[in-house]
């Protein structure tokens, strides 16, 4: 079952929305400037009509009529002529705006601990992804610009109102308490009720989404009324959900309708009576009566985008959640901070004040090692960058629990020399995975400590973490793109040469040439379909570009046939020499040819040793290799 990511509070959405205020208080500042010059140019029309009115009522010549009207067309023209660019300055910064938030938010999604994204499930990281970001575009570029309108020019009218005579603005009190008791209704329910909904369409993205990725399984087990009574579950939770919401839409709408036409008739009303009363000229009634009238355009701009805000607040709290780990997640935590350098430098990927994002600053290290360094050679003394306690990797008394009180590992303490290969077997379910993910920094224990280096894994930047540990699992993913976008993803700056070399080292030279494009071919969704053995060699060789110093390598072969996978490991070797290389696997002859071999069995490390060590000791792994190597001598590997 997913774990919806966490959802930022109201003081947070707030506190953000005031961040980006900042960011931008020039461009802003010019926005509301040309909608209030908008708003005052537009306040001139309903006076001079009063005044025309006034006038007619007196007698005036035709020649005060024509100048009034003329001047009412200037004013009319000249407010046109800066909504236009108010308009434009508006759009051009919500524009600015919306870029930032999906920038941000793509760092906040690249950025989360890959145990929370799985805990998270697909639809609801893919409904954030399209249906919240969507919204809150329609309202970044729309509704906040319209709602400022409103308020700015609201604002002007009650003035000129309270100028023209500040007795004609006590009609138009008269829908305040309807519009605030209502408004307030409304707001307590509406963001509670748009996050329900949101959540709902993650329900149906999820389950639509397994179904499909699971579509022969269900298939083969005649699965298909589950699945269905699944997505029509799902579908009835969203319907109760979208009809909550449209309710209390039919419930507020009506009344703030019904508030807009009471404050014109009460003017009309009251002001009737305040001219006949001689407190209020004729001129006057008629220019606040055409007050009130223009108030109620910004009102029920305001009242009608209130329900996009709502939905735009909801949509950048589920966003800005994104960046939130799970209280109860053990592998998630607050943002990696840098960790400690024997130089004091910045670490690799780290970005100093003011850098941008995929600069690189001077004696920064790049991507990447020499010949060297990846033969497992330090120079005399400790290099620039490096950790304090070298690289050196280490499990001290790891306790792991992916539910809360069942705990998967118990007590798991492991060190691994610099450049070991060591072998990770036990029978399905003893834990073995959750070591190999613990090792590679993604879960973060829940007891205990990994530490490279001296240094917790926990506590690396992820960039910087990707340098020193990385992970390759039996499940790959090719991206859209050519063969050769996926494997430089690794490395940008990697020659054709240097990607053949990957290619071959993971024998993979050969099909790839044989593309119908060679590197340029492209690949992934719609592409040239590849095998999940080519898949899975295609994984590898991006391991083998990105070039880090310890390798988790979880069944990373597995798709390959014995003969293949064996061919391919001895191949891999070569390039493997000088790293430290944990390898899970069932298949035992991986043991036999590493430096010592672990043994889980219900979380715990039951035995550890060379093969031919424990192998003569005749415990659980002599029985295992027993059992895979047959009736074969114990002293010679499968498959040799």
């Known amino acids: 079952m997913s774990t919806a990511l966490p959802v930022a509070d109201a003081a947070q959405v707030r506190q953000y929305a005031r961040v980006l205020i900042r960011r931008h208080p020039r ?31 007196r007698g005036v010549g035709t020649v005060t ?54 805990k998270a499930g697909t639809g609801d990281l893919l409904t954030r992804t399209t249906r919240d970001v969507a919204a809150l575009s329609r309202t970044v570029r729309f509704a906040v610009p319209e709602t400022l309108i409103a308020v700015v020019t609201a604002f002007f009218v009650v003035g000129a109102v309270l100028l023209t005579d500040p007795l004609l603005i006590l009609p138009g009190l008269v829908a305040a308490p309807v519009l605030f008791f209502s408004t307030r209704w409304y707001l307590r329910r509406a963001t509670p009720g748009y ?59 009506p009344i703030a309708e019904t508030g807009y036409v009471l404050p014109v008739v009460a003017t009309l ?8 009363e001689g407190w209020a000229t004729l001129g006057e009634v008629t220019a606040a009566t055409l007050y009130v009238q223009q108030l109620m355009d910004p009102i029920d701009r305001l009242l009608s985008w209130l329900d996009e805000l709502q939905v735009g607040g909801a949509s950048m709290a589920r966003l800005l959640g994104v960046a939130r780990p799970a209280d109860d997640d053990p592998a998630a935590g607050s943002p990696r901070p840098a960790a400690p350098r024997a130089d004091g430098q910045t670490p690799a990927g780290e ?37 304090p306690g070298g690289r050196r990797l280490a499990a001290r008394d790891v306790r792991y629990a992916y539910q809360q009180g069942r705990d998967v590992l118990h007590g798991v303490t492991l060190e691994l020399a610099p450049g070991e290969r060591l072998a990770v077997v036990g029978p399905s379910g003893a834990g073995k995975s959750t070591l190999g993910r613990l090792l590679a920094g993604i879960h973060r224990p829940g007891a205990g400590s990994v530490t490279v280096g001296g240094v917790p894994l926990a506590d690396l930047p992820l960039a910087e973490l990707r340098t020193e540990v990385a992970l390759v699992t039996q499940e790959h993913h090719v991206f859209l793109g050519t063969l050769r976008d996926n494997l430089t993803m690794a490395r940008p ?86 790293r430290t290389v944990v390898a899970i696997a069932h298949r035992l002859h991986s ?8 043994v889980v069995e219900d979380g715990r490390i039951t035995e550890l040793g060379p093969h031919a060590e424990l192998v003569a000791a005749g415990g659980s792994y002599a029985a295992l290799w027993r059992s895979w190597h047959g009736d074969r001598s114990a002293g010679s590997p499968a498959g040799d």
């Open 591 to 598: 043991a036999h040819d590493a430096d010592r071999v672990a």
């Open 195 to 253: 996050l329900a909904e949101n959540a709902a369409y993650s329900d149906i993205t999820d389950g639509i989404s397994e179904t499909v990725e699971g579509s022969r399984t269900t298939e083969a087990l005649r699965q298909q009324a589950r699945r269905r009574a699944r997505t029509d579950g799902d579908i009835g939770r969203s319907y109760q959900a979208e009809r909550y919401t449209l309710f209390l839409r039919t419930v507020y709408f």
């Open 27 to 57: 461009a802003l500042a010019g926005a509301l400037g040309l909608h209030a010059l908008a708003a005052v140019t537009g306040l001139a029309a309903p006076r001079l009509i009063g005044d025309l009115v006034e006038g007619i009522s």
């Open 65 to 118: 009529v024509d100048r009034i009207a003329l001047a009412i067309a200037g004013f009319v023209l000249a407010q046109a002529v800066l909504m236009r660019f108010a308009h434009f300055a508006s759009a051009r910064l919500g524009e600015r705006v919306l870029a930032e938030l999906r920038e941000e938010f793509i760092d906040r999604i690249l950025a989360l601990p890959l145990s929370t994204v799985e």
């Open 493 to 578: 700056d990697a020659t054709d040469e240097r990607v053949r070399d990957a290619l071959a080292a993971v024998d993979a030279l050969d099909w790839a040439e044989q593309l119908p494009d060679g590197l340029d071919t492209t690949v992934g969704s719609g592409g040239h379909p590849l095998s999940a053995a080519q898949a899975q060699q295609l994984a590898l060789a991006r391991l083998v570009l990105s070039d880090p110093h310890t390798l988790v390598l979880d069944e990373a072969t597995s798709l390959l046939d014995p003969r293949a996978a064996r061919h391919l490991e001895r191949s891999l070797a070569a390039v493997l020499r000088g």
């Open 269 to 276: 009303v009251l002001g009737g009576w305040f001219y006949i």
């Open 351 to 387: 970005q100093t004040e003011g850098q941008r994002p995929g600069e690189q600053t001077e004696g920064q290290r790049p991507g990447g090692q020499t010949e060297e360094q990846r033969a497992g050679e330090q120079p005399e003394g400790q290099r620039a960058g490096e950790l």
